[in-house]
């Protein structure tokens, strides 16, 4: 079985400042993880992914994420927030041993917000 | 770009109604999802389907069925809408590689009075 767990319901940070989403996974094998941000009435747009090599993973809108298999994390950072990043942001897990249908499993969602 | 969209951005049916929520992708994608969001429980899966005329069921998938006749397009049925099938209904696709991401339509909000 697979699961994702983001233990944060809100992170609030100050514009300018670095922001970290959390996010703990687990599989039976080895993971494929995607961070997707919403924002309001939106579908959910792509941020980055990993499957596999290099554990810093750069992806869209200068975000970033670390995968890091001893703690099972894949937290999502920013160096400097924005106020426009303030968003709902979902880490998704695949167990890369899994079947067909490429299925996903999301976390429940961490609200982002940025204020100046 | 990859695109998929849906019928409806909002709709508001009454109990007990057939409703069906339509979604179409361009980019030939053989998976296809349907999600509902509620606050607090994230995206969770009630079908899906790799190929045409396939389906399989997700986490939730009691009082929902789906179609897939054509591989641009998947449908999801609610046979006799109830209130507690009131959310936001998200579609989404993806080529086969299991490490390829899904891309999402705008959404559904569904309201069952």
């Known amino acids: 079985a697979q699961s994702v767990a983001q233990p944060e319901d809100q992170v609030n940070v100050a514009e300018g400042n670095p922001l970290t989403v959390k996010c703990t996974y687990s599989?039976?094998?080895?993971?494929?993880l995607f961070w997707y941000v919403q924002y309001p009435n939106r579908g959910l747009q792509f941020l980055l992914k990993y499957i596999t090599g290099d554990n810093l993973v750069k992806g869209s809108y200068g975000f970033e994420a670390e995968f890091n298999k001893s703690q099972t994390s894949f937290h999502l950072k920013k160096p400097s927030a924005l106020v426009s990043d303030s968003a709902l942001y979902f880490c998704a897990v695949r167990d890369a041993l899994t079947g067909g249908g490429n299925k996903l499993t999301f976390g429940t969602g961490t609200q982002l917000k940025v204020e100046l | 770009d990859v695109k998929v969209t849906q019928s409806s951005r909002y709709l508001v049916k009454r109990t007990g109604e057939k409703v069906f929520l339509e979604c179409v992708q361009d980019?030939?994608?053989?998976?296809m999802f349907w999600y509902r969001q509620d606050p607090g429980l994230g995206l969770r899966l009630i079908y899906f389907?790799?190929?045409?005329?396939?389906?399989e069921k997700g986490d939730i998938p009691e009082g929902y069925s789906v179609s897939r006749e054509k591989k641009e397009r998947f449908s999801l049925i609610l046979e006799s809408a109830s209130t507690n099938q009131t959310s936001m209904y998200l579609c989404?696709?993806?080529?086969?590689?299991?490490?390829?991401?899904?891309?999402f339509g705008p959404g559904t909000r569904l309201t069952v009075l």
């Open positions: 389907s790799y190929d045409v005329k396939m389906k």
């Open positions: 980019m030939d994608h053989e998976n």
């Open positions: 599989v039976s094998g080895n993971p494929y």
């Open positions: 989404a696709s993806s080529s086969l590689a299991g490490y390829n991401e899904q891309f």
